[in-house]
């Protein structure tokens, strides 16, 4: 036993780390946010590739995926999802049929943010 400590187990740390997220929802945003402080869009962690924010989306009013045209719903039935229908080329070059190509309206902007109307 430590002499230096009344403890049964020394000396204790002076913060408790934080548990890591524990679905798989929290995880993305986990990583998203991490994307996010190094100024690259969400969407870069799910495309494997970066994809530059606009540089103005650090600005707490600065453009957002919400008001971008290339924001669009995509489904079919009764379900759509927001994907990004950005990057040119044939198909949807930034969506999966998954969650994680999702696009959130509050997302900060990346490069090639137009705004809705803007054609």
């Given at each position: 036993?430590?002499?230096?400590?009344?403890?049964?187990?020394?000396?204790?740390?002076?913060?408790?780390?934080?548990?890591?997220?524990?679905?798989s929802?929290?995880?993305?945003?986990?990583?998203?946010?991490?994307?996010?402080?190094?100024?690259?869009?969400?969407?870069?962690?799910?495309?494997?590739?970066?994809?530059?924010?606009?540089?103005?989306?650090?600005?707490?009013?600065?453009?957002?995926?919400?008001?971008?045209?290339?924001?669009?719903r995509?489904?079919?039935?009764?379900?759509?999802?927001?994907?990004?229908?950005?990057?040119?080329?044939?198909?949807?070059?930034r969506?999966?049929?998954?969650?994680?190509?999702?696009?959130?309206?509050?997302?900060?902007?990346?490069?090639?943010?137009?705004?809705?109307?803007?054609?």
């Open positions: 036993m430590n002499d230096d400590t009344n403890s049964l187990f020394g000396e204790l740390p002076a913060t408790v780390p934080a548990a890591p997220p524990t679905t929802g929290a995880r993305r945003r986990a990583r998203n946010a991490t994307a996010v402080r190094h100024g690259a869009h969400p969407l870069t962690v799910a495309l494997g590739y970066t994809i530059p924010l606009h540089p103005d989306a650090a600005d707490a009013d600065g453009p957002r995926c919400g008001s971008c045209r290339h924001r669009v995509v489904g079919g039935g009764d379900r759509t999802w927001p994907k990004c229908s950005a990057g040119g080329g044939q198909g949807w070059p969506a999966t049929h998954g969650a994680a190509t999702d696009v959130l309206a509050s997302w900060p902007a990346c490069t090639d943010y137009q705004p809705k109307g803007d054609r």
